[in-house]
């Protein structure tokens, strides 16, 4: 009598269709998946010898949350072989998508700015976790509405030099009547140094020659901000 081996499969499409990711997403809807799940989906197929889900399950309990993710780089990836770099590029890519989803939908609305904490809020999901300082401007119209949201100066770790003539002459393009400095200090030490000071004046004085406001200048750290408008510096 002959005897027939069945090769026992433990990848993702073996399993109830029920308890598959994409369907269980397509059936029950994104949020009643887990972050396990959701990076599965991203991820299509595991690497030989572990499914996506587990895959994704290493990946999660890795990081800790997708938060974290974000600001990584290839030397955080080395854990998890066979993850070339496709994969990685398309959580990545799926993380920023979420980071700027939120800023988009404010634009939409041209949302209007009260007070610092309205920046910081729109701003903070965005440079919290940076590894390197990013100096952003919001140029605003004359009802303190956003036009735009811009980078103006990319740094090292500890500095960032953005450039004063720029900026202004930026908000003149866009025609801005106002402007919100922002910028992060990756240390998460957010008392503002004698540069940070000394081009917050700079860009003052340049603004009252062009007729355009500087509202504020803020900087942002892990959680914490500080404003030089809240501070009656400007």
């Not at 999660?60 to 780089?73: A, L, Y």
């Not at 990319?154 to 002459?169: D, K, L, Q, S």
């Not at 000394?198 to 004085?205: C, N, P, V």
Request: net charge positive; hydrophobic share 45%; proline share 3%.
């Amino acid at each position: 009598m002959n005897s027939t081996k069945v090769k026992k499969s433990n990848g993702i499409s073996s399993w109830p269709e029920d308890d598959r990711p994409r369907e269980k997403l397509l059936k029950n809807g994104a949020e009643a998946l887990s972050n396990s799940e959701l990076l599965a989906i991203l991820l299509r197929t595991g690497v030989r010898g572990t499914s996506a889900i587990d895959l994704a399950r290493q990946i999660v309990e890795k990081f800790g949350s997708f938060r974290n993710m974000i600001q990584t780089d290839a030397r955080d990836w080395k854990a998890f072989k066979g993850l070339g770099p496709a994969k990685i590029a398309q959580i990545q890519a799926a993380l920023e998508i979420g980071k700027r989803f939120r800023e988009v939908e404010i634009l939409k609305g041209r949302q209007k700015i009260s007070c610092s904490r309205d920046v910081v809020e729109i701003i903070m999901p965005q440079m919290r976790d940076l590894k390197t300082e990013v100096f952003k401007v919001i140029y605003l119209n004359s009802n303190n509405r956003i036009i735009q949201i811009s980078n103006a100066a990319t740094g090292t770790v500890n500095h960032a030099m953005p450039i004063v003539r720029e900026i202004v002459h930026a908000a003149l393009q866009k025609f801005a009547a106002a402007i919100i400095c922002v910028h992060n200090h990756p240390s998460a030490n957010i008392t503002p140094s004698a540069e940070d000071k000394k081009f917050t004046q700079e860009l003052i004085a340049a603004g009252k020659l062009m007729e355009i406001k500087v509202l504020d200048h803020i900087i942002v750290g892990d959680g914490a901000f500080y404003s030089f408008a809240e501070e009656g510096i400007i």
